[in-house]
């Protein structure tokens, strides 16, 4: 089974249980509470993240221990990501942009651009279902292989479907209408982060699986990254420079947070331009390098004239 194989269905498992622990987004009573309180604690979302870390540690140390043995250099990159996957969703989901998104529309965008560009990339490059495999049992560990693998087979094969899915979902979600049904209802706004989260699992996994691969996938990723870029770079730009309010649902809310509605609108589409690029960006110069040793290896394997 390919290593990434098993990443994209344990990650969105994860995705489901976080999500559906998150607080609603109905209209608060009061102003936001300060930064210092602006949790959402609750078991179903703390525990899945805390399981999460205790299996991938168990399978980090399994395979230190192994690799010891046989004398292979340990890596720490894997770890390293994982940690930083999980700090983003807690950032998203615990603390503190879970509260502030009911408030500013800053927060919500940074809320979605968190669960769609900086975390799916983080827990994927980690390869979480590899890992943790080593510390299930022999016989639960080759069972998930047999249905991750097709899961993953069909995840990687369809980069146009996810690259559609990636951008539609970030489309759908923010257009005005949208936004204010999922601050009215508990059950959309959960529904919506859920959404969110795995169209970028389904879509930084198969960019990343033809990142690894040697097949000429790289083109094809490279250009789904630059499609999904401009078009959420548009969708940013638009919110920066409207002369206007979009979003009528956050003025009163804005109003509570002691915020201009109108800048609060323009902070949102820089986070979406500017910080939100920076994962595809990265990839991007990765499958640019991918590229160039792939032709400078043809160019050396053809016989001299």
Do not use: K
Not at 181 to 189: I, W, Y
Not at 197 to 220: E, N, P
Request: net charge positive.
């Amino acid at each position: 089974m390919s290593r990434v194989a098993s990443l994209v269905p344990v990650t969105a498992g994860l995705a489901l249980l976080l999500v559906a622990s998150t607080a609603g987004a109905a209209m608060p009573d009061g102003p936001p509470p300060p930064l210092g309180y602006a949790w959402t604690l609750s078991p179903w979302s703390l525990l899945p993240l805390a399981a999460a870390a205790l299996l991938y540690a168990a399978g980090v140390v399994r395979m230190r221990r192994a690799s010891s043995m046989t004398g292979a250099a340990n890596a720490w990159h894997g770890p390293l990501a994982f940690a930083a996957g999980l700090l983003a969703l807690g950032f998203a989901l615990v603390w503190p942009l879970d509260t502030f998104a009911a408030y500013a529309l800053s927060a919500h965008v940074a809320q979605h651009m968190t669960l769609l560009a900086w975390a799916p990339p983080l827990l994927l490059v980690a390869r979480p279902g590899a890992v943790a495999a080593h510390a299930l049992p022999r016989a639960v560990s080759s069972w998930l292989a047999h249905v991750l693998a097709r899961v993953g087979r069909f995840a990687h094969a369809q980069l146009g479907a996810a690259t559609l899915v990636h951008v539609g979902t970030m489309w759908l979600w923010h257009l005005p209408a949208a936004t204010s049904a999922t601050l009215a209802s508990e059950t959309l706004h959960r529904t919506m982060l859920a959404s969110v989260l795995l169209a970028g699992l389904w879509f930084w996994s198969a960019v990343l699986h033809r990142l690894r691969t040697r097949d000429g996938g790289a083109t094809g990723a490279l250009v789904a990254l630059v499609t999904a870029m401009m078009l959420m770079g548009f969708l940013g730009a638009l919110l920066t420079f409207s002369p206007r309010l979009l979003y009528p649902a956050y003025t009163d809310r804005a109003l509570l947070a002691g915020l201009d509605a109108l800048r609060d609108q323009q902070l949102a589409g820089l986070l979406m331009w500017v910080p939100s690029g920076l994962p595809y960006l990265v990839v991007g110069m990765c499958l640019v390098i991918a590229l160039l040793r792939t032709v400078q290896r043809d160019a050396s394997d053809r016989p001299a004239a």
